[in-house]
């Protein structure tokens, strides 16, 4: 499932060709939006923007396309001419300057007003969006504290979208392992210097993600593992992907465990349940 920086980038990507353009033509196939076909093709898009794993595209008009992709969903930007060859389902087309923007096999789609964006269920749920300037590390090292939020596991926590909204697997097992937290560890374990540390790579790791486009280590050590014949999949990351392989930080194996059926990568040298 795509996470905050994926649906963040496609947000960018999907504003670069729409925002202060004129749609030229606007296709909504998918039935529980089709009926505002016409409603959206005579406005303009003003934002685009990501909220968690939801993308929200805001129109002039007062209404707002809400997705979540989900497993399968994906946003597209190719040129007009541009033949897709896919066996997705178009849900929503948009054209405009010369490109088609296509949202394909996401289920959780819906067009409502943009003054009631934040009663939406999932939006409404959400902690504060991991990559929002308002969320600086203190605000994350706040709410590790609160009693809210301290008693639970790591490894559960960081796939809370009510505690950090936009944090998924790959995030959860990268910010773990640089933090240095046991997945069973849970904040009220640790001192305050650990539980700064855990704040500052949340939201740091989370930023460096958004930039780099999914890396989560330095350039200079995904160049060197992908000199060493690493894949992408394992050289961008310090543990996720990278089980069988040896940890950057102290040489020791990095393991695979299961928690709630869904996988974690974690260094046990030094990540030492507390």
């Given at each position: ?7 963040r ?8 060709r ?5 749609l ?12 505002f ?8 898009v ?8 939801a ?12 997705s ?5 969903g994906r ?9 897709v ?25 819906e067009?409502?007003p ?18 929002d ?12 504290e ?11 926590l960081?796939?809370?979208q009510s ?24 904040p009220?374990?640790?001192?305050s ?38 894949r ?7 543990a ?35």
């Amino acid at each position: 499932m795509p996470e905050g920086p994926e649906i963040r980038r496609a947000a960018d990507k999907v504003a670069r060709r729409l925002v202060g353009g004129v749609l030229t033509s606007i296709k909504l196939p998918y039935p529980p939006i089709s009926e505002f076909d016409g409603v959206l093709g005579d406005a303009s898009v003003e934002s685009v923007t990501s909220r968690g794993k939801a993308l929200l595209m805001r129109f002039d008009n007062g209404l707002t396309l809400y997705s979540h992709s989900q497993l399968y969903g994906r946003w597209t930007v190719n040129r007009i001419s541009t033949k897709v060859r896919w066996n997705r389902s178009l849900r929503a087309e948009f054209v405009s300057k010369g490109h088609a923007v296509r949202l394909w096999s996401a289920t959780d789609v819906e067009v409502i007003p943009t003054k009631d964006e934040e009663a939406h269920p999932y939006i409404a749920k959400l902690g504060p969006d991991v990559l929002d300037e308002t969320t600086s590390p203190d605000v994350i090292k706040n709410r590790l504290e609160s009693p809210r939020f301290n008693g639970r596991s790591a490894a559960s926590l960081m796939l809370d979208q009510s505690f950090v909204a936009g944090l998924g697997n790959y995030l959860r097992s990268e910010i773990l392992h640089q933090a240095g937290v046991h997945p069973k560890t849970r904040p009220k374990d640790l001192d305050s210097e650990n539980i700064t540390k855990w704040g500052s790579l949340t939201k740091s790791i989370s930023i460096r993600s958004y930039e780099s486009n999914g890396l989560t280590v330095s350039d200079e050590l995904a160049g060197e593992r992908k000199e060493m014949g690493e894949r992408r999949r394992s050289y961008r990351h310090s543990a996720f992907c990278r089980n069988g392989k040896d940890c950057h930080v102290c040489g020791a194996t990095i393991i695979r465990i299961r928690v709630s059926g869904r996988r974690l990568d974690m260094c046990p040298k030094c990540q030492v349940e507390s």
